[in-house]
């Protein structure tokens, strides 16, 4: 019964630890689609900088339509369609840029976003107008 004991013990002991070993919820890019603007992603938002509680669209890697999505942060701007409604970005981590594309698919004239942490408004010929982005580098 003594060994019993132990090895319940141990069982439980072993269980605690991998269960206190594991975050609660840890961040997968295959949500990136969340709202949630974080180091990696391109966020492109509804309205320039001069707005400071406008709504979001996050991406990671490459979207060849935001005609497909909607901003779902909360603000202004929130549940609208992203492509040919955005006038600014933010991207910050080890990524060097995000290609902004004026067409889906890739085509077009680009503007390249630096990824800083600095959320900037898109160019004068970009802004609402932009319809596919990635990450080429």
């Keep these: 019964m003594r060994i019993a004991a132990k090895i319940a013990g141990v069982l439980f002991a072993a269980g605690t630890v991998v269960a206190t070993a594991v975050p609660a919820q840890a961040y997968s890019f295959?949500?990136?689609?969340?709202?949630?603007?974080v180091?990696?992603?391109?966020?492109?938002?509804y309205h320039s900088t001069s707005y400071s509680s406008s709504s979001f669209m996050d991406y990671?890697?490459?979207e060849p339509s935001h005609h497909d999505d909607r901003f779902l942060a909360s603000g202004s701007g929130q549940g609208q369609v992203v492509g040919n409604n955005s006038s600014s970005a933010k991207c910050w981590g080890t990524r060097y840029n995000y290609a902004i594309f004026f067409n889906s698919d890739f085509k077009g004239e680009r503007h390249?976003?630096?990824?800083?942490?600095?959320?900037?408004?898109?160019?004068?010929?970009?802004?609402?107008?932009n319809a596919s982005s990635y990450e080429p580098f």
């Design 39 to 45: 180091a990696e992603e391109l966020c492109m938002y």
């Design 60 to 62: 990671y890697d490459e």
């Design 30 to 37: 295959d949500n990136y689609r969340d709202g949630k603007c």
């Design 112 to 129: 390249n976003h630096t990824c800083d942490g600095v959320r900037r408004n898109t160019p004068g010929w970009l802004q609402n107008n």
